[in-house]
């Protein structure tokens, strides 16, 4: 089973709603990412975590609250999101944490819009 | 920053053509990999060079890496419509805990 699955496809929230997305592995990979993809732009590193601790965080806003329950599960929690906010958020797992060894399995995204 | 330009930004060709896109980067690099993205979905990784090699094939699809002048390409040969995608190379920093996407290349082939 080599598949990232992420939940839900299509999310639309209020700026003031509180909202999860959840990404879900069982290849036993060591480390998740969460990335921020914009229309026509490149996927853009948010947080990685590796053997379930937070070891990335690129200078993320606290509305974006990243957690990792168990090795299989990592989720976004969303709180006060502004509009510019909206964008594909992917989810990818590897199976080393040292990002020189892994190549990443991404899930399919969920499609975020904020009102 | 973004580590990696990608060119060109977007290419048509005809089914059965071979088609090539660039990737440029900044600084030092462990390896360079390459993933293709269908519209609105998850990336797909493809071929992984790393430092030390200077060309990789893996079915149709050839990437070379010159680290002197700091690019890559990625060639995939006898295109098919189901290559039309976005492709983006990305790079991971000689330490190790960086690690950037291209601009990307959206590639139509046409049937």
């Known amino acids: 089973d080599t598949e990232v699955t992420q939940t839900p496809k299509h999310l639309v929230m209020g700026m003031t709603n509180k909202k999860s997305l959840k990404c879900e592995q069982h290849?036993?990979?060591?480390?998740m990412y969460w990335y921020k993809q914009k229309a026509k732009k490149p996927p853009e590193l948010m947080f990685v975590y590796s053997y379930e601790k937070l070891s990335i965080n690129e200078s993320v806003p606290s509305r974006f609250s990243p957690e990792c329950p168990n090795s299989s599960l990592l989720n976004l929690h969303l709180h006060a999101l502004q509009p510019e906010d909206s964008a594909l958020y992917l989810c990818?797992?590897?199976?080393?944490?040292?990002?020189?060894?892994?190549?990443?399995?991404f899930g399919a995204g969920t499609r975020l819009s904020v009102l | 920053s973004q580590q990696g330009e990608e060119d060109p930004q977007a290419l048509s060709i005809q089914e059965g053509e071979n088609a090539t896109m660039n990737c440029s980067y900044k600084?030092?690099?462990?390896?360079l990999q390459w993933y293709r993205q269908n519209s609105g979905r998850g990336l797909v990784h493809l071929i992984l060079?790393?430092?030390?090699?200077r060309e990789k094939h893996s079915g149709r699809l050839r990437v070379t890496l010159d680290t002197s002048k700091k690019s890559s390409s990625l060639l995939i040969t006898a295109s098919r419509a189901a290559d039309t995608a976005s492709y983006f190379c990305a790079t991971v920093s000689n330490t190790g805990n960086q690690f950037y996407f291209g601009t990307g290349t959206s590639l139509t082939v046409i049937p």
């Open positions: 060079i790393r430092s030390n090699e």
């Open positions: 600084t030092s690099i462990n390896n």
């Open positions: 290849m036993g990979h060591r480390a």
């Open positions: 990818a797992s590897s199976q080393d944490p040292l990002l020189a060894k892994n190549i990443q399995y």
